[in-house]
């Protein structure tokens, strides 16, 4: 079974670039999520999906970041401008349902800003 | 706000010994508690997970134990292997948005040969 693919798998780009990361989840789940991993914070949650729908974007640093879920089998992730703080592995995951149930991670894309 | 404290950060045992990681939270609505093993340049990966109607769950080698008076679960991997050297973390789901995961802050596991 395919697990949750993301693209790209690294990225390198310059301070004040647009960044778009992208996530296919597993088939048949309904909740999405996106996380931020860094060595500082760990893992954080930046915004949570369900049925397509933003649920909670409370995680979301700036307005410089946003999210969308055009249907149940594709997310992006946007950041616009993009700063050397927002380096970090972003990972998406995705459960059968929200609450209390297993989230399946992606690899994760590596995120270099310049 | 809820925190999730994790133990060891790193851990060192010599093959085919046992590992323990402790985890305690703080959110006393807490009821899902899941452990991910993360390698090198991938994502993490459930391992497995206990719910708090649970005392203990076992899958092969691991088992997870959940105290909820004291607020805190654990890891045990048995018979350690080389390819259980990975970095652990542990979550606890919080009580007001069932869906979001509070992750401690992982301890990098290491089997010597």
């Known amino acids: 079974d395919a697990g949750v693919i993301q693209s790209p798998r690294h990225e390198v780009t310059e301070m004040g670039q647009e960044v778009t990361l992208r996530c296919k989840p597993i088939s048949g789940h309904n909740s999405l999520f996106w996380y931020r991993q860094t060595m500082m914070r760990g893992l954080e949650l930046l915004i949570y999906?369900?049925?397509?729908?933003?649920?909670?974007d409370s995680g979301m640093p700036e307005d410089r970041f946003s999210a969308k879920m055009p249907n149940a089998s594709f997310s992006t992730l946007k950041i616009q401008p993009s700063e050397p703080r927002d380096s970090a592995v972003y990972f998406c995951?995705?459960?059968?349902?929200?609450?209390?149930?297993?989230?399946?991670f992606g690899d994760g894309t590596r995120l270099s800003i310049l | 706000g809820e925190n999730v404290e994790q133990h060891p950060s790193t851990l060192s045992v010599q093959e085919g010994d046992s590992a323990v990681i402790k985890c305690t939270y703080s959110?006393?609505?807490?009821?899902?508690f899941p452990w991910y093993k993360q390698e090198l340049g991938k994502g993490p990966q459930l391992i497995i997970d206990i719910r708090s109607n649970v005392g203990e769950k076992k899958d092969q080698r691991i088992a997870v134990t959940l105290n909820k008076t004291a607020k805190h679960f654990s890891l045990h991997i048995t018979e350690t292997q080389p390819e259980d050297s990975a970095v652990y973390f542990c979550a606890a789901s919080t009580g007001d948005s069932s869906y979001k995961l509070i992750f401690g802050s992982g301890t990098r596991l290491l089997v010597r040969p």
């Open positions: 995951a995705s459960s059968f349902r929200g609450g209390n149930q297993p989230q399946h």
């Open positions: 999906f369900n049925n397509n729908v933003p649920i909670d």
């Open positions: 959110d006393s609505a807490s009821n899902y």
